[in-house]
């Protein structure tokens, strides 16, 4: 069977993270956090969801219709762009570096939606993976992404997200989500690790408890699970890959990476609430505007 490069590498890229092959077991959300989640079934894109239906730690919940999480759509369908018209969206904020724009291509959107280019920083692991793979060399990939050393690429790209220039679009994307009058949709390629970043951020900004943010991230795996398990079916039949179960931990979101992201915040700003001010640079108008303005 003929693969294009293009599909295989943008759901290779489509994440953030290596590790090697004898990997932990995929980390699965608990079934109460996805009976809420509220996922929009899209034939060009498979991590799609509202972010509305959380309970915060008060009793309220998150409105739906106002934050829109997603992978990338540059595949979308005409059915699939009709269905995001009917979503009331204001903005998508693409989170793509311009190197994911160029290889797999812009966004698919409703006539009328605002583009909002905010690339953030991959620390190179597009290109770095987009190599290995065309290379169709076992042993460079396995160098790659074998015995450990992609589980260290992985802290570095979490760790990323603290970057004078990252944490500016980050916290540009909550003031976003804190101003807008209809739906904002943000998504980098896969959904799962800035945008993964990003929604555990403002969860837990609205009051919404850690393990539910939590939860929320490690959905992902649930939503990608097919998808990903394809990417890899095709890049053994192309011969691209001699064992494409490398690629698993690279698909996949972890509590792992994601607290080394926390760590990350606990060590640079000691808690939560300073990393919102002194790291985002949100002030508390801000917050409290993105309370009033996501939860009710």
């Known amino acids: 069977m003929k693969i294009s490069i293009i599909s295989l590498i943008t759901a290779a890229l489509a994440t953030f993270a290596l590790t090697a092959t004898s990997s932990p077991p995929t980390a699965i959300a608990d079934p ?3 009976a809420v989640a509220a996922r929009i079934e899209l034939q060009g894109a498979v991590n799609v969801r509202d972010i509305g239906g959380y309970r915060t730690y008060d009793g309220a919940k998150v409105k739906s219709g106002k934050a829109i999480r997603a992978d990338s759509l540059d595949k979308l369908t005409d059915a699939d762009v009709q269905k995001l018209g009917t979503l ?37 692991l597009f290109q770095q993976m987009l190599q290995a793979i065309q290379s169709r060399d076992p042993q460079r990939q396995e160098e790659l992404l074998g015995n450990g050393r992609a589980e260290e690429i992985m802290a570095g790209v979490y760790r990323s997200f603290f970057t004078a220039d990252s944490l500016a679009k980050f916290g540009q994307t909550v003031k976003d989500l804190a101003a807008t009058d209809k739906a904002t949709l943000y998504h980098c390629t896969a959904g799962k690790d800035r945008t ?48 494409p179960d490398l690629l698993i931990p690279l698909q996949e979101v972890r509590d792992a990476y994601l607290e080394t992201a926390v760590d990350k915040l606990e060590a ?20 409290l505007q993105l309370r009033k303005n996501l939860v009710s």
């Open 32 to 34: 109460t956090v996805s």
């Open 88 to 124: 009331n969206l204001k903005a998508a904020i693409d989170l793509r570096t311009p190197a994911e724009v160029q290889f797999s291509g812009p966004d698919k959107l409703p006539v009328g939606v605002q583009r909002v280019a905010r690339p953030i920083d991959d620390t190179g």
């Open 196 to 243: 993964g970043w990003v929604t555990y951020v403002v969860l837990r900004a609205v009051g919404v408890p850690e393990h539910t943010a939590r939860q929320d991230y490690l959905l992902s795996n649930q939503y990608r699970a097919a998808a990903d398990a394809k990417l890899r079916e095709d890049v053994k039949r192309a011969g691209l890959m001699q064992n």
């Open 268 to 287: 640079d700003y000691g808690d939560f609430g300073k990393f919102l001010t002194q790291g985002l640079g949100l002030d508390g108008r801000t917050i």
